[in-house]
């Protein structure tokens, strides 16, 4: 079973940057797709992006596309979110997520699809 530990969140400004970070531990970090979601007060949680097992495919959400990249190194258990361009609407509780992927080409988009969370870490950006 892997957990999974989410840091990097704060307090920026709009127009600002942040890089999150998930470390994962107690699993085979190479054989889960892993994806990023978020959720604001009173809202669903949402669709970020998420990475294939190699990290040679991606996909986002399309409110960040264009400023968001998620990555991933295997020798390191981690997986990365680089967030630029930063707006109000972004602001959030962001969740890493571990799918147990079948195939190396999987990439998760829904909540259900995944197996394992982080405990989340809160990003605040002010206008």
């Known amino acids: 079973q892997v957990q999974l530990v989410e840091s990097g969140g704060g307090l920026v400004q709009a127009g600002g940057s942040l890089r999150l970070s998930c470390a994962a531990t107690?699993?085979?970090?190479?054989?889960?797709?892993m994806g990023w979601f978020r959720q604001a007060p009173g809202k669903e949680r949402e669709f970020v992006a998420a990475?294939?097992?190699?990290?040679?495919?991606?996909r986002y959400a399309d409110s960040v596309k264009g400023r968001f990249t998620i990555s991933r190194d295997n020798a390191k258990n981690t997986m990365y979110l680089q967030m630029n361009s930063l707006k109000p609407e972004d602001t959030a509780v962001y969740y890493c997520?571990?799918?147990?992927?079948?195939?190396?080409?999987?990439?998760?988009?829904?909540?259900?699809?995944?197996?394992?969370w982080g405990q989340g870490t809160q990003v605040t950006v002010s206008s």
């Open positions: 107690g699993g085979i970090f190479r054989a889960y797709a």
């Open positions: 997520a571990a799918d147990v992927a079948r195939s190396p080409d999987t990439i998760a988009v829904v909540p259900t699809q995944y197996d394992y």
């Open positions: 990475i294939n097992r190699s990290g040679g495919s991606t």
